[in-house]
């Protein structure tokens, strides 16, 4: 299993790519002419996403000046 360093499309993918050619199903398995390169791409546009998605709502969540209306009604009823 690959160590996740970046959230990154390409290196998403390239890690996904890494794992699974370290199992012997497909150790020689050619990824960019396969359907699963189109399965790949899902999982990797999709992990990409979320990880977008968490960074921005715990930007929001902990910046002193939320840049959305509902987080800064949040902040203001943890003040009270």
Same mark, same amino acid.
């Given at each position: 299993?690959?160590? &996740?360093?970046? !959230? /990154?499309?390409?290196?998403?993918?390239? @890690?996904?790519?890494?794992?699974?050619?370290?199992?012997?199903? =497909?150790?020689?398995?050619?990824?960019?002419?396969?359907?699963?390169?189109?399965? &790949?791409?899902? !999982? /990797?546009?999709?992990?990409?996403?979320? @990880?977008?998605?968490?960074?921005?709502?715990?930007?929001?969540? =902990?910046?002193?000046?939320?840049?959305l209306n509902q987080s800064m009604q949040s902040h203001h009823?943890?003040?009270?």
């Open positions: 299993m690959q160590k &996740i360093q970046n !959230l /990154s499309f390409d290196d998403i993918k390239a @890690g996904l790519i890494a794992t699974l050619k370290e199992t012997d199903t =497909f150790k020689s398995y050619d990824f960019e002419a396969s359907g699963l390169n189109s399965v &790949i791409n899902l !999982l /990797s546009y999709n992990t990409h996403m979320i @990880g977008f998605y968490v960074r921005m709502m715990l930007s929001e969540s =902990f910046e002193q000046s939320p840049k009823k943890l003040k009270r």
